[in-house]
């Protein structure tokens, strides 16, 4: 048995999320499949990072491969990618020790969230467009209150499969970028819909209609108010999964930017596979 690490990027809008589930279309069945035909068999391993919500992007998702084969890395990620539709793309494949694995080995989660402060044409499917004048100042004094280990229990949805709310903050970041306030938020890990109402509360505050006190006590004592700000998906991306010997992003950019800038072991490879015409 081989295995492989993964680098994916995808747009959410149409899946119901990263994680397989009946009768509904998600990133990972959509890669299940793939691999599938590619293969032959349906006798492999394939686990990603961590779950993404309904309609979240990614950046650059990590994933592990385990099946039996003898193809190259750059040939496995030029068949697959064949197979797959448009808004699922494999950035890079590169082989893995044994012990590999995409969720346990992870250091850290970096995601990006964009907001908008304008109506847009054509990046309505990428940002959270907020009409209330924002004030940017107080959104980065609300973030330092996350930053170190707390107890998210205020900021998530009832999910069986997360047995604790504590999750450690490494980074909040809030920038403005032109039309756009760029939020990232690195962190250990995180819990079913956190992110988007950490991004919402941050909104609030920015609008004015919540004070900084009220926020402290989310983190003390179970609300259920943050549930009521969360932000949308359409805004919020996987930036990168972090693993050990990694080097961390430090400029924050747009969406556009970013994907526009990878690696040139991405891009170059990107270059030189052949075209072909790509599934809807």
């Known amino acids: 048995m081989a295995?492989?690490?993964?680098i994916i990027e995808y747009e959410g809008t149409r899946f119901s999320g990263w994680q397989v589930q009946k009768n509904a279309r998600t990133v990972q069945g959509e890669i299940n499949a793939a691999i599938g035909k590619v293969f032959g068999t349906h006798n492999f391993e394939f686990y990603g990072s961590g779950r993404t919500d309904?309609?979240?992007h990614a950046l650059q998702q990590a994933a592990h491969?385990?099946?039996k084969t003898m193809l190259a890395p750059e040939i496995i990620r030029m068949k697959l990618n064949d197979e797959l539709p448009a808004d699922i793309n494999i950035i890079e494949i590169e082989k893995a020790s044994a012990d590999f694995h995409a969720r346990h080995d992870a250091m850290a989660r970096s995601?990006?969230?964009q907001i908008s402060r304008r109506r847009t044409a054509f990046g309505k499917k990428f940002v959270w467009w907020v009409k209330d004048p924002l004030d940017v100042t107080k959104m980065r004094q609300t973030a330092e209150l996350f930053h170190g280990l707390k107890d998210f229990q205020s900021f998530t949805a009832d999910d069986p499969e997360e047995k604790s709310t504590k999750v450690h903050i490494n980074s909040?970041?809030?920038q403005q970028a032109s039309d756009l306030i760029l939020v990232r938020i690195v962190g250990s890990h995180f819990i079913w819909k956190m992110v988007r109402q950490i991004v919402g509360v941050l909104a609030e505050v920015g609008r004015g209609k919540m004070p900084l006190n009220d926020v402290k006590k989310f983190l003390h004592t179970k609300s259920d108010e943050p549930a009521k700000l969360t932000a949308p998906p359409s805004g919020l991306f996987l930036e990168r999964v972090y693993y050990k010997g990694d080097v961390w992003l430090k400029e924050l950019k747009p969406m556009m930017e970013i994907s526009t800038r990878l690696p040139m072991k991405f891009t170059k490879k990107q270059e030189e596979t052949p075209k072909k015409d790509e599934k809807e």
């Open 65 to 67: 491969l385990e099946i």
């Open 3 to 6: 295995r492989f690490k993964f």
């Open 111 to 113: 995601y990006l969230y």
């Open 54 to 56: 309904a309609g979240v």
């Open 172 to 174: 909040i970041d809030v």
